[in-house]
């Protein structure tokens, strides 16, 4: 029987959260954390997976129907994969993971990209994010959007990616080697599937039935919206679209200073109209932008817990080889790849 396997990164959104969804812009990058899958074909009609790290074993049939309904519960990502993919051949293998899980930095994406590319020949970045965004779907029952299958399948070196989550058009753009990205956890894991992520969905879609697609609406066309909620929720998405493409921007400019207001204003936007900041999240966000050195910070990814990033000049944190509770600076590196 073939051997193969795959490795597939993290990611963390330095701006652009929860605009994914309804078609805007995000700027994530890769880091250096990753999941990495190998094993052997099998004759057996199932995907058998071990974690290095989690309990349990994914024995997944490979006419899985429901992923959601499969146990252990890391392995209904797995499955949402197998039943995506529905490979003809069956895989026994292991799963070995340096990605913090519940911290905002995509471990289910990054497993999902890795056992997708361990299992079969896909090889278009945007059709594997794609079907793993639809796994993550049936795996987990969140809406989410594509951004994070999307930065763990076509990151590149030393570089953010500007991506419009319309068109999946990706633009990327170096980091300043006159900065360092550091991220530190809040303490709080997050977790999407109890959290208020489908509401904020809803919320969107209900904007945009009043407004149209809010990737296209103005701050002005939201005075439209009676429902205050509603409307704040619009208000986030439509400005974080703009402090994206002025971040990307600025970045490029190597405009240090700007970038890191923007990452400041987006966490600001994101407590207040959107609402999914906490009380933890917020205190670890001040504390990093009254650090000497730093000129940004925010929550990253989704909320409700989980880490904050900031943008700072180098060495204003130390290194750290795993996320803890000091600062880790992290690199931007390549998208999944196959292993030899």
């Known amino acids: 029987m073939s051997r193969s396997g795959a490795r597939a990164p993290g990611r963390v959104n330095l701006i652009g959260d929860h605009t994914d969804y309804t078609g805007g812009f995000v700027f994530p990058m890769a880091i250096d954390r990753e999941t990495v899958v190998e ?70 994406a990054a497993l999902e990209v890795a056992v997708a590319l361990a299992l079969s020949a896909m090889s278009d970045t945007r059709s594997i994010a794609r079907l793993c965004q639809r796994a993550e779907h049936a795996a987990s029952g969140v809406p989410s959007g594509i951004m994070d ?18 068109t999946l058009a990706i633009l990327p753009v170096p980091i300043p080697i006159d900065c360092e990205i550091a991220i ?49 929720r619009a208000r986030h998405v439509v400005t974080e679209n703009e402090r994206v493409l002025l971040f990307a921007a600025a970045l490029g400019a190597r405009d240090l200073p700007l970038a890191g207001k923007l990452m400041s204003e987006s966490h600001a936007s994101l407590r207040q109209d959107y609402a999914v900041s906490t009380p933890e999240l917020d205190a670890l966000v001040d504390e990093l932008v009254k650090t000497p050195g730093v000129y940004g910070a925010r929550l990253t990814g989704a909320g409700f817990g989980g880490c904050a990033v900031a943008l700072a000049a180098p060495g204003t944190f130390l290194p750290a080889p795993e996320l803890g509770p000091a600062p880790s600076v992290v690199r931007a590196v390549a998208g999944a790849t196959r292993l030899a």
């Not at 977790?191 to 103005?218: F, N, Q």
């Open 149 to 166: 299958q999307l930065a763990s399948a076509a990151g590149v070196a030393g570089h953010a990616l500007l991506i419009d989550c319309d």
């Open 184 to 232: 530190v956890h809040s303490g709080l894991p997050r977790g999407l599937a109890g959290s208020a992520y489908a509401d904020r969905v809803r919320e969107c879609a209900e904007a945009e039935a009043i407004v149209g697609p809010l990737r296209l609406a103005t701050i002005e066309a939201l005075t439209e919206i009676a429902d205050a909620t509603v409307r704040a």
């Open 39 to 108: 094993g052997i074909e099998t004759a057996e009609p199932v995907v058998r997976l071990v974690s290095a790290s989690l309990p349990g074993e994914a024995v997944i049939p490979l006419d899985i129907d429901d992923p959601s309904s499969v146990e252990p519960p890391w392995a209904r990502y797995v499955a949402g994969v197998v039943r995506e993919l529905r490979p003809a051949r069956g895989f026994s293998g292991t799963v070995r993971s340096t990605v913090p899980i519940g911290a905002g930095l995509s471990s289910s």
